[in-house]
Every structure is written in C-alpha cells, then in structure tokens.
C-alpha cells in the first residue's frame, strides 16, 4: 500500500468517525426539545403533583390548611378527647354514615377515625354539598352551634355539619362524609398528600 493511500484511508476514515459524531450530536439537540415537551408544565405539576406538609410543629387541637390540586386540605392534630368522642354512642346515633361506607376515603381510612394515624385527620376540605369550605369549630359546645356541638366542622353556606372525623350529622344538605384524600406519612413529621400508603 503506497503512501498516497494510506493518507486517503487515514482521511476516510476521519471523515467518517468525524461526520458520525456531528450526525449524534445534532440528532441529540433535535431530540432535547423533543423530550422536553413531555415533561408536564410548571403549572401541570402544580395541579397534580403530590405536596409535602411539615407537621412537627402542629399542637394538640390546631389545624394545617394547604392546598392540593386547587382544593383546600385540612390536617388536623386530634386531642386524646376529640378521639374518645369518635366512637361515643349518642355522636354515632346522630350520623349519617358512621362507618363511612357511602363516603369516599382511601381503605386504609374507613375506620372510626378516618386515617392513618388517629391522631392525624386528613380530609379534603370542601362541603360535599355544593363545595363550600366549611370552618373548623373543633371545641366542644361552640357558642355559634349551641351546648351540644360535640366539635367538627360547619359549613355556613347550607348548614351542613361534620364531626371531627369529617362524618356527616343527620337532616343537614350534605349526603355524604367530607372526603379523604389519597396521602401517607413519610417521617413521622412529614405527610404527603396526593400518594396512596402502602399498608400491608
């Protein structure tokens, strides 16, 4: 092989290794907005996206509003007394749904206590009449609601009423409980809200 062609080999070859990573590479720029286009919006991600609560600092009785999905979710840290009330016959009488059948909540929330953990209450907090916001009044014989509200939650638009596991009372406009979304506890201080538990 003379040296004229080794030269043209030695070209060849460069040429080719030098026209196949330009072709990669260009083909890696197209490809980058492409991809990109799948990812959803800031804003996609803002509507659907699961959202981290930090409660390590909620007392005893308080209430934490955030926001999931454009709808207001309560996280609520029970008393030892609110949880004794749950499952007191005369509140039992006075609900619609006490087990929660009829209302719609993850499995692992149709219990007494509507949640993972009963020390914390997580609902949707939208009147499943015709979706007003109810207001908290946790404490017992509220002046508002008279000497026998046991504590919940009370919807001024209609009149609906809720107990402090979002159970709906009897002859009140709402047909169902307030609902439960989907959430889990990631530590013991950090709850996340829009990923189902997984509950062996």
């Known amino acids: 092989m003379s040296a004229e062609e080794q030269v043209d080999g030695g070209r060849r070859h460069f040429l080719l290794v030098a026209t196949t990573v330009t072709g990669l590479a260009g083909a890696g720029m197209a490809a980058v907005p492409f991809l990109a286009s799948w990812k959803p919006s800031a804003r996609a991600q803002a509507l ?9 600092k909620m007392e005893a009785g ?9 709808q207001a979710i309560f ?10 009330t749950l499952d007191s016959p005369e509140l039992l009488r006075q609900l619609r749904d006490p087990e ?13 206590a509507r949640a993972l953990r009963p020390e914390y209450l997580v609902l949707i907090g939208v009147c499943t009449h015709l979706g007003c916001a109810p207001l908290s009044r946790l404490n017992p014989g509220d002046a508002e609601l008279g ?5 919940g939650f009370y919807c001024p638009c209609h ?8 159970r709906v009372f009897k002859d009140v406009p709402a047909p ?9 506890f990631l ?14």
């Open 48 to 56: 659907g996206a699961p959202v981290e609560q930090d409660i390590s």
């Open 62 to 70: 308080a209430v934490l509003k955030v926001t999931w999905r454009g």
């Open 75 to 84: 996280i609520v840290r029970r008393t030892p007394q609110m949880l004794e």
């Open 100 to 112: 929660s059948k009829e209302s719609e909540q993850p499995e692992y929330a149709q219990n007494t």
């Open 147 to 151: 000497a026998d509200w046991p504590g």
């Open 159 to 166: 009149g609906s009423k809720f107990d402090v596991s979002g």
């Open 176 to 184: 169902t409980n307030l609902k439960i979304p989907p959430y889990r």
């Open 187 to 200: 530590t013991d201080t950090v709850v996340q809200i829009g990923v189902d538990a997984e509950v062996a």
